[in-house]
T-cell receptor, first 114, second 109 residues
Framework: DQQVKQNSPSLSVQEGRISILNCDYT??????FLWYKKYPAEGPTFLIS?????DKNEDGRFTVFLNKSAKHLSLHIVPSQPGDSAVYFC?????????????FGKGITLSVRP | EAQVTQNPRYLITVTGKKLTVTCSQN?????MSWYRQDPGLGLRQIYY???????DKGDVPEGYKVSRKEKRNFPLILESPSPNQTSLYFC????????FGPGTRLTVL
């Protein structure tokens, strides 16, 4: 049973426009959410996170929104740049303690067209 | 530089030939883990370790072993690899956020 779902396998946007990457979760015990970015031939790298006590977290061009009632979060990239083309993984956990486990979604491939 | 290293980066082997993928981190993290990435399945945790000599199964542990004798090292052992273990493997350290190694692409013929 997939607890973190990224239902769209790919997204293509024009450079300069907004990219919106969606993620849904089913486990109501999840209270911490992260986005990772992965380039080919590299490991995933941490991008941005949000705690369940917030509904928005912003870091430069990247903003994550959390809707707890809908069990939905989204990553907004504004403006999108060709260097943002990568696979993006959504992840969630119950707490942030030493024994907390990250559950990942399948990932979404973002392509930013020049 | 804070990093997680894995070796080898690429490996082609045959069914049943034991292999070890090494993982090392220089961030003094207690928590380390192994994932495999497969098309359409995302990242799935194989094993994790909360500290030296403390390991536990993740979501897909079958066919794998791990050991944690030193804090910095967390090798992944495939004692009798099979073709369904052909995958891209990532080691990671630190729970939040996790720092990932560059990956090991394993092909089992």
């Amino acid at each position: 049973d997939q607890q973190v779902k990224q239902n769209s396998p790919s997204l293509s946007v024009q450079e300069g426009r907004i990219s919106i990457l969606n993620c849904d979760y089913t486990n109501s015990m999840f209270d911490y959410f992260l986005w990772y970015k992965k380039y080919p031939a590299e490991g995933p790298t941490f991008l941005i996170s949000i705690s369940s006590i917030k509904d928005k977290n912003e870091d430069g061009r990247f903003t994550v929104f959390l809707n707890k009632s809908a069990k939905h979060l989204s990553l907004h990239i504004v403006p999108s740049q060709p260097g943002d083309s990568a696979v993006y993984f959504c992840a969630a956990s119950e707490g942030t303690g030493a024994n907390s486990k990250l559950t990942f979604g399948k990932g979404i491939t973002l392509s930013v067209r020049p | 530089e804070a990093q997680v290293t894995q070796n080898p980066r690429y490996l082609i082997t045959v069914t049943g030939k034991k292999l070890t993928v090494t993982c090392s981190q220089n961030m003094n993290h207690e928590y380390m883990s192994w994932y495999r990435q497969d098309p359409g399945l995302g990242l799935r945790q194989i094993y994790y370790s909360m500290n030296v000599e403390v390991t536990d199964k993740g979501d897909v542990p079958e066919g794998y072993k791990v050991s944690r004798k030193e804090k910095r090292n967390f090798p992944l052992i495939l004692e009798s690899p099979s073709p369904n273990q052909t995958s891209l493997y990532f080691c990671a350290s630190g729970p939040f956020p996790q720092y990932f190694g560059p990956g090991t692409r394993l092909t089992v013929l």
